[in-house]
Structure formats: C-alpha cells, structure tokens
C-alpha cells in the first residue's frame, strides 16, 4: 500500500529507532568508571535551585561560556530597553542599537565614561536598575570563581586494576593508592564494598551491597603510596568467588578515600572502581621502592601502576663485583726454577 496512515509510520519509526538502538551494557559502570544505571525520572531537584552545585561541578570551560553567555544576554536586554526609548540616551543616533549596546556594558559594569549618559526618568529608572544587576552579577560571578578555586582537591592517584595475591593461608586483594602532592595527607579513612546483582526467593534480580574490610583502613599519614589489603577469609564476601562468578554478578567493587589536607585544613574526598575484569588474579603490584644510580632508594611511580605474577621477584640485584683471583701457591717441596744466567 502507498498510503500508510499515521499510526503506521509512527510504528515504524520506533521500531526502526528501537533496531538502531545499542545493546544495553552489563555493566553498573561505563568506560569513565561512572554509574551507568539509567535514572527513569528524579523528582525534587530543580535545575535553579541546584544552580550552585552545578555551576561548581561543571568544567572551566563550560562555566566561563554560560558566564559569557549570561553577561551578553544581560547587556542585549537593557539595550533593547534604550533602544526602544526614543532619545533615551544623549549622543546616540536614532535606531543607532549598538551604541545602546554599549552604553549598557558601560551601565552593567558600572564605568561610565560621560560621553552616554541617561536622559528621562524612564532611562534613568531602567540604568539604575542595570546598575544593581551589574553590581550582583558581579558579586554572584566572583563568589564562584574564589568557590571553584578555594574548593579542597585530593590529589590521589588509584591503581587501574586490583590484584588477586597468596599470603600465608589465605587470597588477598590488593589496591595502591598514592598521594600525588608533596605534603601528606593525614587522617586517612579507606573503605570499600562490592555491588552485584542478586536474585532474592521470588526470582526478581536485586542490588546486593557489601563491605569488604581492609587491614589498613585507617592510617594516621598517607606520604607517598601505600597498598591496601583485603584479605578474603571465609567471612569475606567474595569467598570461593573467582573472576568468572564475579562477572556473572555484574561485581563493582567502590573504593572510597576521606582524608585531611594539612595545608587548608580540610576535607578531601576521592574514589575509584573496579569492574570484575580490572581484578588480576595471581598477581601482585611491583615495589616502587627502586634503587637509583647512587644507590639509594626513591619511590618511582612510573612503576605504580605495573604488576607481576605472584611469586616471581621484582628485586634488581646488581651483580656482585668479582673477587680478585689469588696467585697459586706451590708447594714447599716443589722445585725452584732455575734462573736466569747472568752476564
């Protein structure tokens, strides 16, 4: 048939759209390590009432463009306003908009050169208005400039994979962290716990959270790197769980860092996670603790995020100088040689 009714093509096109869709990940996290659990609708945050946040969550380049944004589209308003004021400004040709234009950046920022100036009380009520716009706008604009600034940074690195070791009895899994900056950070507080899936008695599949404690998970000073462990007895969450079951179970496992920054004297936070195929099973981290031409230790962290089988060395043994080959000696009994003649 030619003619398809209305109904038809709409069918069409969401089956189209639906063909064309990508298949959903099996992943709580994407390629950024970030959530990827599609939120249906959130109710309660208004995209104004969170201005704040989001204006500080954003990045410079974003925030500069609406800053820039929101500044031109305050001018072009008040310029339309003398615009549509005839003689509302002195020394300003009729139907002349950018001299209005800058007469309101001039107005905005509160300049005023005295080459333009108001006329009417019209004009003059609408460039008093622009003047405390102006001096709010610039107030809002540098509170978050010195907030985007003043706001407390942890400078931590994380390891991209976590390991799988043998110690003693049991399997230990291994995170490093680093602290990137030169003074330490103090007070340290590491957690972690582990998100998968779980079908509960009526088959429907659920979100399971559980902790896994750390041997270390707190620390009175993190000065370089230090490598935090789990150690997996049969309490442990992932007990006879190899990396196979883990990733059946869509495993996330969420390392949180809470720690003091000495220098502003507060709080810094940071986080990593771990996908089921960033666990290396029978593998350990390299010690950054390498020795340099001197001879004397030094952290590399080039090395940071390098690892190694399970019970191989990654110790550099310089090779021992050799020893200096002793003469041998004869026996007293030998012979002596005869010598040389003399003449």
């Known amino acids: 048939m030619f003619f398809q009714s209305p109904h038809d093509l709409l069918l069409r096109y969401k089956q189209k759209r639906q063909q064309q869709r990508p298949p959903a990940q099996s992943s709580f996290l994407s390629q950024d390590n970030i959530f990827n659990i599609p939120v249906k609708r959130r109710t309660g945050v208004r995209l104004l009432g969170d201005l704040y946040h989001i204006s500080l969550s954003i990045g ?17 308003l008040f310029s339309l306003c003398f615009f549509c004021l005839p003689h509302g400004v002195s020394n300003v040709q009729k139907n002349d908009f950018w001299a209005d234009f800058f007469f309101s950046v001039q107005t905005l920022s509160t300049v005023g050169y005295g080459y333009l100036y108001p006329q009417g009380y019209l004009a003059n009520a609408i460039a008093s208005i622009e003047v405390f716009v102006g001096v709010v706008f610039t107030a809002i604009i540098t509170g978050l400039v010195y907030a985007r600034f003043s706001r407390p940074r942890a400078a931590v690195l994380f390891s991209r994979v976590a390991t799988l070791s043998q110690r003693g009895e049991h399997m230990c899994l291994n995170f490093r962290v680093g602290n990137l900056r030169r003074t330490p950070l103090i007070n340290v507080e590491l957690e972690a716990i582990i998100a998968r899936t779980q079908q509960d008695d009526t088959g429907r599949e659920t979100l399971q959270l559980d902790t896994l404690p750390l041997t270390h998970g707190h620390i009175p000073l993190l000065p370089v790197s230090l490598s935090f462990t789990h150690t997996v007895t049969e309490e442990s969450p992932i007990y006879e769980r190899d990396k196979e079951a883990l990733l059946q179970q869509q495993a996330v496992i969420l390392l949180t860092l809470t720690a003091t920054d000495p220098v502003s004297a507060q709080s810094v936070f940071s986080y990593r996670m771990y996908k089921a195929d960033d666990l290396l099973p029978k593998s350990r981290f390299v010690s950054l603790l390498q020795p340099n031409n001197d001879g004397v230790l030094e952290v590399d962290f080039s090395l940071f995020h390098s690892t190694i089988p399970d019970g191989t060395s990654d110790t550099n043994n310089a090779p021992s100088p050799q020893e200096p080959v002793e003469a041998q000696q004869q026996p007293e009994d030998a012979p002596t040689p005869p010598s040389e003649p003399q003449g």
């Open 60 to 76: 410079w380049t974003a925030f500069f463009a609406a800053t820039t944004g929101a500044y031109f589209f305050i001018n072009l």
